[in-house]
Nanobody, 125 residues
Framework: QVQLVESGGGLVQPGGSLRLSCAAS????????MGWYRQAPGKERELVAALTSGGSTNYGDSVKGRFTISRDNARNTVYLQMNSLKPEDTAVYYC???????????????????WGQGTLVTVSS
């Protein structure tokens, strides 16, 4: 069974920084794209940042220039460095990954999707 375990959320003052981590575990042949989404109360889940295995990045407009996504492929871990945090960044942050269980899936482009349980980030004074 493949799992994503997030860590690093918490309470931070406006203008502060936090670093989220998400580690994938389980029997995985290959991980494709990994990313972060967030959902604030009463709002839909939205993309924060995504990073392909090849290194291409995509950021939500509201976080460009403030957040940075990175990954350690050897550790199957993705990170989200969040700087200059604002109260509107308050949300539950979810990690997401596409993965291939077997080499046959990898060669056939058959990837599955998994989500983490979420970690709460609260930006408040």
């Amino acid at each position: 069974q493949v799992q994503l375990v997030e860590s690093g959320g918490g309470l931070v003052q406006p203008g502060g920084s936090l670093r989220l981590s998400c580690a994938a575990s389980g029997s995985i042949f290959s991980i494709g794209a990994m990313g972060w989404y967030r959902q604030a109360p009463g709002k839909e889940r939205e993309l924060v940042a995504a990073l392909t295995s090849g290194g291409s990045t995509n950021y939500g407009d509201s976080v460009k220039g403030r957040f940075t996504i990175s990954r350690d492929n050897a550790r199957n871990t993705v990170y989200l460095q969040m700087n200059s945090l604002k109260p509107e960044d308050t949300a539950v942050y979810y990690c997401n990954a596409d993965y291939a269980l077997y080499v046959s899936d990898y060669r056939g482009g058959r990837y599955l999707e998994v989500w983490g349980q979420g970690t709460l980030v609260t930006v408040s004074s």
